[in-house]
């Protein structure tokens, strides 16, 4: 499909809404779309719920799940799909994703854990995405997540990303430093991994930091600021994909607002630089790596 035929949820460069913020004001001018996690704010009033509510009236928004636990072996949380629906509805969101992954079993777990890559799992994992997307009516995006053990694998985490997205018919949130840990700790190639992706699928993409545990192991934590190679692969897929919207998370150790309206400007300039290529986008590019 055309970059220039496909359809975005929303544009430019994001970031996400984080309770730590309420003190300082975030402007358009800086932030083309926010997203927040909707399970810290259903049914949530008071001075938070006005907060909230006075961004989702001057921002578009999309929300990326926590708790859906879509690889669980426990039955599908079909109460927290409907409230969902009605938060989506309450605050006109523009797309819902979740991580391809599980948190739960008889209770919650406070950690993604990986599903496996096998053949039954993808067809386990595709009819629970199917059921969210019917009880919704709309699709979902599910996320390439970051993993740190694979068991019982049958097939590479590419296969089985799009092995699920196909047989889901769902889509995709591109998370670029998911693929950079992952490539880092599990030894692939990033950009193979990359261009090995359904372009027709991506609803936007995430750039995150993390922490480096060593030189062969990186833990996704979003609590640094993204790094070189990551923006270099952020680049490398606006090149495959074209500049997708592309959204800054920031979850732990969170800075004042100026530090993050400084890695989303950097953002908007790499998404400039890929749609305007020529001998200014490349003295651009010459700084991508500042």
Known sequence: MSNNLRKYPVKGAGLGLRRSMMDEELVPEQVDFLEVAPENWIGVGGRYGRWLRQYTERFPFVIHGLSLSIGSPAPLDEALVLSIKAFMREHDIRCYSEHLSYCSDHGHLYDLLPIPFTGEAVHYVAGRIRRVQDLLEQRIAMEN????????????????????????????????????????????????????????????????????????????????????????????????????????????????????????????????MASNPSPMGSLMEMHVGR
């Open 145 to 272: 997540v970051s993993y740190y053990a694979a068991p019982g694998q049958e097939m590479s985490e590419l296969e089985f990303l799009n092995a699920v997205l196909e047989e889901a018919d769902c889509d995709l949130l591109l998370d670029v430093n998911n693929i950079y840990v992952n490539a880092v700790n599990h030894r692939y190639d990033p950009v193979e991994f990359l261009c090995g992706l359904p372009a027709d699928r991506i609803r936007y993409a995430h750039v995150a930091g993390h922490f480096d545990e060593a030189d062969d192991l990186k833990v996704d934590t979003h609590g640094a600021p993204v790094i070189d190679p990551v923006w270099q692969l952020l680049q490398r897929a606006y090149r495959q994909f074209g500049p997708i919207p592309t959204l800054l998370e920031r979850d732990f150790n969170i800075p004042p607002l100026a530090e993050l309206y400084s890695e989303v400007a950097r953002i908007r300039d790499i998404q400039a």
